[in-house]
């Protein structure tokens, strides 16, 4: 519950700095209308996040079954997810060189 509530960005938890650093640090260079932006994403993030907490602690329902079958879909999708994050995990070189060369063809365009 408090890694939920510092994803939302609670203020004495880990999630509300950098949330605040980077808010301020674009009001000072003057992006308000970013700024406003990335501030509603944050309260209807924070709207859904919430209501998940209060889902997984307050709302009980009486026919919960622990040993319910997991279905096709549900299935595909946890692996697809699991192959994708090792996949990222084992072959980070690789993942930070497609990086390396999206940000210096961003910074070559800038620059030229």
């Known amino acids: 519950m408090v890694g939920m509530f510092s994803f939302v960005g609670i203020p004495p938890l880990a999630g509300f700095f ?19 932006l990335v501030l ?10 919430l209501d998940f ?16 079958r997991v279905s096709l879909l549900s299935f595909s999708l946890i692996f697809a997810s699991s192959m994708f994050n090792i996949f990222f995990i084992i072959y980070f070189p690789m993942l930070n060189h497609w990086i390396n060369i999206s940000l210096l063809d961003v910074f070559d365009s800038w620059l030229f």
């Open 53 to 68: 907490i209060m889902g997984l602690f307050f709302r009980f329902k009486a026919s919960f079954a622990p040993c319910e």
């Open 40 to 49: 509603f994403c944050s309260a209807i993030s924070a709207f859904y996040y």
């Open 18 to 36: 950098p949330k605040f650093f980077a808010l301020y640090t674009v009001f000072e260079d003057g992006g308000f209308f970013m700024a406003s």
